[in-house]
């Protein structure tokens, strides 16, 4: 009687691992095959143009799925909530030039973060132009 009730629990143990790992493994294997959105930011700065700063960002999408920029922040200085998504399509190379609404120092370094829909955040460290 006693090794039935070994084998029981045994097999009950066995059973609750597997049911456990399924879901694991298949999570797994599924973030590793899926590229969501990957942007390959090829070109960043901060400019002045006419009394206004604009930020200009050319970026390249090698993912799987279109990239939606929906804000954008300049780390301590402002956060910009876009009206309309900026969208990078799949493969595709997109320049965007969004309007900032601060002011800024010439020759200073500054922390960018892209908010993408998917919850993906790009983080790039530029220098805005010196001053002419």
Do not use: C, H
């Amino acid at each position: 009687m006693n090794r039935f009730i070994a084998i029981i629990i045994l097999l009950s143990i066995t059973i609750t691992i597997t049911l456990a790992a399924a879901p694991w493994i298949t999570t797994t294997l599924n973030s590793l095959i899926w590229r969501p959105e990957i942007l390959r930011i090829t070109e960043i700065a901060i400019e002045k143009n006419n009394d206004k700063w604009i930020l200009k960002i050319k970026a390249l999408n090698i993912g799987e799925k279109d990239a939606e920029i929906y804000k954008v922040e300049i780390t301590g200085i402002e956060t910009i909530d876009l009206s309309k998504e900026e969208v990078i399509g799949m493969g595709k190379e997109e320049e965007i030039e969004i309007p900032l609404n601060k002011q800024y120092t010439p020759g200073t370094m500054y922390t960018v973060k892209l908010y993408l829909k998917t919850g993906t955040i790009y983080t790039s460290l530029i220098k805005t132009a010196p001053a002419k």
